[in-house]
Nanobody, 123 residues
Framework: QVRLVESGGGLVQPGGSLRLSCAASGFRFSSYSMNWVRQPPGKGLEWVSS????????TYADSVKGRFTVSRDNAKRTLYLQMNSLKPEDTAVYYCAEGIQRTGTVVASTTSRGQGTQVTVSS
């Protein structure tokens, strides 16, 4: 059974940093591309970043490019998202997800997703 557990969210001032983690179990983690998606208040799911199974290729939404960095440690079965220069518009519940269907940054569905971790950027 696939299980994804996010952690590391919190309240941070604009310009601050946070590092999110996602612990994975129940599947061959290193064989799968993984994703971070987010849901801002009152809005739908938005794709943030993806990383291939061995971590060789990463992609980012334009809104976070240059500020966020996705990485993974396959030995620890953990996905990370380093978020720097945070802005109020980054406020959202952040989820790690395996298997997403998206058009641009609009996420239609996910195969598996964690329970999410809240990130609030506010002064």
């Amino acid at each position: 059974q696939v299980r994804l557990v996010e952690s590391g969210g919190g309240l941070v001032q604009p310009g601050g940093s946070l590092r999110l983690s996602c612990a994975a179990s129940g599947f061959r983690f290193s064989s799968y591309s993984m994703n971070w998606v987010r849901q801002p208040p009152g809005k739908g799911l938005e794709w943030v970043s993806s990383i291939t199974g061995l971590g060789l290729t990463t992609t980012y939404a334009d809104s976070v490019k240059g500020r966020f960095t996705v990485s993974r440690d396959n030995a620890k079965r953990t996905l990370y998202l380093q978020m720097n220069s945070l802005k109020p518009e980054d406020t959202a519940v952040y989820y790690c997800a395996e298997g997403i269907q998206r058009t641009g940054t609009v996420v239609a569905s996910t195969t598996s997703r964690g329970q999410g971790t809240q990130v609030t950027v506010s002064s």
